[in-house]
């Protein structure tokens, strides 16, 4: 506990972990059970209470789904399931998920967080909201994604000398609620924090006002297929594809029609893709900078 105190104090004065925590108060809508601790929280915690959780947690195992991937024979692996799950315990008390209720500040956000003495902004633009959630949307969504950073990564390090590392990512849950965010991030000096925003917006509108370009939408699809090919040999990419799927209740045979989703993505599709996704109804800007 006290090595976990000093680690808090030390958080305290780092630039990073300022920025991390207030942004996830953003996405939490400063949530209670999200919050960063405290150094004073340390004082509140109780062993008792610690270990009687840690009993309560694995004292029923009735409502878990063990999945299991490699290279082994299923007969010669039924007596070690046998022995090691089957004999753990099982009250069958039947437990329900349960929707806290914790979502992202809606509508337009700006957190300017100044910390630390470092010439250096790192920007996070990030769209939001909830949406219907399904494999061709998600699809859609990951083109848009991927398009977009094309277009990005060649307007600003190409053409505005400004940054090394641009990136936009996606990501997407079903469960408490269907629910997407669609990030743009990149480092750059504190002047030119302005001047490569409106930048990187103005390739948002411009998405959304024309869509994507043939040769764009070939080069995603191409890119897909490869990964896809990569990503069907390794176990870890298995075990998370099965586990996700039981998790929320999806069809676990829906990757055998990738392809077929992959010639969904059009120049239209994406375009609609923007004017859906990219629309700034709920858009937060994300800046840390040095306080001086």
């Known amino acids: 506990m006290d090595d976990y ?90 437990e329900q998920y349960v929707d806290r209720g914790v979502r992202p500040l809606s509508g337009k956000v700006e957190k300017i967080v100044k910390k630390g003495i470092e010439d250096k902004a790192s920007v996070q633009l990030v769209f939001h909201g909830t949406f219907d959630y399904s494999v061709e949307n998600n699809l ?49 000096a504190t002047a030119n924090v302005d001047k490569l925003v409106a930048a990187a917006l103005d390739e948002v509108a411009l998405l959304k006002k024309n869509g994507a370009t043939a040769t764009d939408v070939e080069k995603f699809k191409a890119e897909s297929k490869r990964s896809m090919e990569v990503s069907l040999r390794e176990n870890n990419y298995w075990l998370g594809y099965i ?6 209740g999806d069809d676990p045979l829906s990757v055998l029609t990738f392809n077929d989703r992959l010639e969904q993505v059009t120049p239209a599709s994406v375009k609609e893709a923007a004017a859906k996704y990219l629309s700034g109804t709920n858009f937060v800007k994300g800046v840390p900078v040095p306080e001086k």
């Open 5 to 94: 105190r000093v680690m808090l104090q030390s958080k305290g004065v780092s630039p990073e972990a300022a920025y991390k925590d207030t942004m996830n108060a953003v996405f939490t809508s400063y949530a209670a059970r999200e919050k960063a601790p405290t150094a004073a929280d340390i004082d509140k915690v109780s062993l008792d209470k610690s270990l009687a959780f840690y009993k309560d947690r694995f004292a029923d195992a009735s409502g878990e789904t063990f999945v299991l991937v490699g290279n082994f024979d299923i007969e010669q692996i039924k007596p070690l399931l046998a022995t090691y799950l089957g004999g753990l315990p099982a009250t069958g008390r039947n």
């Open 140 to 188: 859609q969504l990951t083109a848009l994604s991927d398009i977009l950073e094309f277009k990005v990564l060649e307007r600003l390090r190409e053409k505005e000398s400004g940054v090394y590392t641009p990136n936009v990512g996606v990501s997407s849950s079903k469960l408490p609620t269907p629910y997407y965010s669609l990030t743009i991030s990149f480092n750059c």
């Open 243 to 248: 586990a996700g799927k039981y998790r929320n």
